[in-house]
């Protein structure tokens, strides 16, 4: 027989992967959504990621959900734009990074690199840039978000989430 706190810690562990899944399945429905409507990823991050916090916002109030446009945290040129997803699991908070259009920023056949010294996907990690191409969301810590925005950069940077998070959390309250 397991005791309550097992019992109420295994419906916590539930409420949090269903929140995952939950944020999943909206970033994988829009997606698709405009996929529909266009042949290509490419040049359409603000548009996307405007639909999915909208639609993340519409579904669950408890999820913090900040629209970020990376050309707003560094002097250089990015002209990218993602969402930060934050939520409470066992009491520690939890961050997901969500761009779904991170394909554009990869290497392949029949595509110039414009605007970069080098493909961002080359210099993010194997795993980091496996789990965007695949949902559009990777969870992150202040060390993964620096290495994700760093590969868009020339110049290796530090920026604090959390301080800039803290910041615009009042702005949106």
């Known amino acids: ?3 309550f706190n097992t019992f109420a810690n295994s419906l916590v562990n539930i409420t ?4 995952k899944g939950k944020i999943i399945r909206i970033v994988e429905q829009e997606k698709k959504k405009l996929l529909e409507k266009v ?4 040049g359409f991050c603000k548009y996307i990621a405007s639909q999915i916090e909208y639609e993340l916002k519409k579904t669950d109030s408890s999820l913090l959900v900040y629209y970020i446009d990376l050309n ?3 002097d250089e040129i990015v002209d990218h ?7 409470f699991y066992n009491g520690q908070k939890e961050q997901l990074l969500i761009d779904p259009t991170f394909i554009q920023f990869t ?4 595509r110039k690199l414009t605007g970069y010294a080098e493909w961002p996907g080359n210099k993010l990690s194997p795993i980091l840039v496996s789990q965007l191409l695949d949902t559009g969301v990777i969870e992150i810590t202040e060390e993964i978000f620096n290495e994700y925005l760093n590969s868009f950069l020339q110049e ?3 920026f604090s989430l959390e301080k800039y998070l803290i910041q615009n959390s009042v702005r949106m309250r």
């Open 1 to 3: 027989m397991t005791d």
């Open 16 to 19: 949090n992967e269903n929140k």
């Open 39 to 42: 042949d290509s990823l490419e």
């Open 72 to 74: 707003t945290l560094t």
């Open 81 to 87: 734009a993602i969402l930060i997803v934050e939520y």
């Open 107 to 110: 290497e392949q056949k029949n």
């Open 156 to 158: 290796k940077t530090y």
